[in-house]
Nanobody
Framework: QVYLVESGGGLVQAGGSLRLSCAAS????????MGWFRQAPGKERELVAA????????YYADSVKGRFTISRDNAKNNVTLQMNALKPEDTAVYYC?????????????????WGQGTQVTVSS
């Protein structure tokens, strides 16, 4: 099993940056693909970025491509989401999640382990 705890959320002005961190525990962490989701009030939870177990396959939603960077350090049991050039529409609760297998068209239902979420608010 993988246990996840997010941190790093907060309030930032448009154009600013935040770095989210997800601390993981569990001996099987290195075999899991990891994803970052976000959910804003009244909207469905959406996959923002994902990375496979080796870090060799990375996915970004079109809305964040070029601005966000996902990375992982298996030796430290950590996955991060670097968010640059933030926009008000990025405001949401961000969740770290883990899945045994990453596939095209992955949704939240494919991820079995979740963190508690961290709030990101971008002001204009």
């Amino acid at each position: 099993q993988v246990y996840l705890v997010e941190s790093g959320g907060g309030l930032v002005q448009a154009g600013g940056s935040l770095r989210l961190s997800c601390a993981a525990s569990g001996r099987t962490f290195t075999t899991y693909a990891m994803g970052w989701f976000r959910q804003a009030p009244g909207k469905e939870r959406e996959l923002v970025a994902a990375i496979n177990w080796s870090g060799g396959i990375i996915y970004y939603a079109d809305s964040v491509k070029g601005r966000f960077t996902i990375s992982r350090d298996n030796a430290k049991n950590n996955v991060t989401l670097q968010m640059n050039a933030l926009k008000p529409e990025d405001t949401a609760v961000y969740y770290c999640a883990a899945t045994r297998a990453l596939r095209v068209g992955a949704t939240s239902a494919d991820f079995g382990s979740w963190g508690q979420g961290t709030q990101v608010t971008v002001s204009s």
